[in-house]
């Protein structure tokens, strides 16, 4: 069953509503809801009480946003306009009466505005956006409560960088430089994605150019779009680096299990070249592919 979440009534889209993310439990839903006189407002929607709380603002009547929300729905990052257009980093954080408290984020230095948050790490403790060419050399950010800005640095190569997605605890972050991927170790630095996928036992082609916005907080899946070089096609991808279960060899009959029956497929070959039941690949079927056999009875892993 798909709860609504509802809306203020209002529309200047062809949206009333629109979600830009949730809880891994969908518990909470942070995103826009447009107010009267086309006035849109960040909310974070709640649930348990099917009610939806307004992210308020700091600058008077300029619009805000919600894109990431905390596993318990009490940290929330996104933007807020300032009275020139920039959309300046915000979060929100839930006090006791349950409303959801501003702080516009910048360097430490007013005037320095940071740009928008991208994501929120799981346990409500990061805030991470997208880096300024004019700061720290275009690095993408982290902010916490207690540390305040701080540059992921030092960066691969030169230019603007951009925090995509985050696990839980904010020690894996998906990231992208000058649009090239790469994943972000608290205790390593930056790895590209090509290089993070060799490792995995992957070799990722370089006919496609990656970009990316998702990932598991292992990062063994990774998903978003690729452009073909040829020909600039657009399509989605999903890496998936996890690792497979080694295959049941000795299961040749297919039934996912080793028995009798496999045990009668390599003895009705014996001393046969080859074939499906040379299972030790010397090229003839003898006692060794039976000891495979043998020590493989059982349900398949």
Not at 228 to 248: E, G, H, K, Q, Y
Not at 264 to 286: M, Q, R, T
Request: with cysteine; hydrophobic share 40%.
């Amino acid at each position: 069953y798909d709860s609504p979440i509802g809306s203020l009534g209002f529309h200047c889209d062809i949206s009333r509503t629109s979600a830009w993310n949730m809880t891994p439990n969908a518990s909470h839903v942070c995103g826009l809801v447009w107010d009267s006189a086309c006035s849109a407002k960040g909310f974070v929607w709640d649930a348990a009480t099917d009610t939806m709380r307004l992210l308020p603002e700091v600058y008077f009547y300029k619009p805000t946003r919600g894109n990431d929300i905390s596993d318990d729905g009490s940290f929330v990052g996104g933007w807020n306009d300032d009275y020139v257009g920039y959309r300046q980093g915000c979060v929100w954080r839930r006090d006791a009466s349950g409303n959801y408290v501003p702080t516009l984020l910048n360097t430490g230095i007013a005037t320095q505005k940071l740009r928008e948050v991208n994501c929120v790490s799981g346990n409500g403790q990061w805030a991470y956006g997208d880096g300024r060419p004019d700061v720290a050399g275009g690095a993408p950010y982290r902010w916490s409560v207690a540390t305040g800005f701080q540059p992921i640095t030092p960066m691969p190569t030169s230019g603007v960088g951009s925090v995509r997605a985050t696990n839980f605890d904010g020690s894996v972050l998906l990231t992208s430089i000058n649009g090239s991927p790469y994943i972000w170790f608290a205790k390593r630095g930056y790895v590209s994605l090509s290089v993070w996928a060799f490792e995995n036992g992957f070799e990722l082609t370089t006919d496609w150019s990656f970009n990316v916005f998702g990932m598991t907080e292992d990062a063994k899946v990774i998903t978003g779009y690729a452009i073909r070089n040829a020909d600039a096609l657009w399509s989605p991808f999903v890496l998936d680096l996890r690792p497979t279960a080694a295959p049941c060899i000795a299961d040749l009959d297919g039934d996912g299990e080793v028995g009798s029956a496999d045990l009668a497929v390599v003895l009705s070959a014996w001393d046969a070249f080859g074939g499906d039941a040379d299972l030790d690949g010397d090229g003839v079927v003898g006692s060794s592919d039976l000891g495979i056999v043998l020590s493989a009875r059982g349900v398949c892993p």
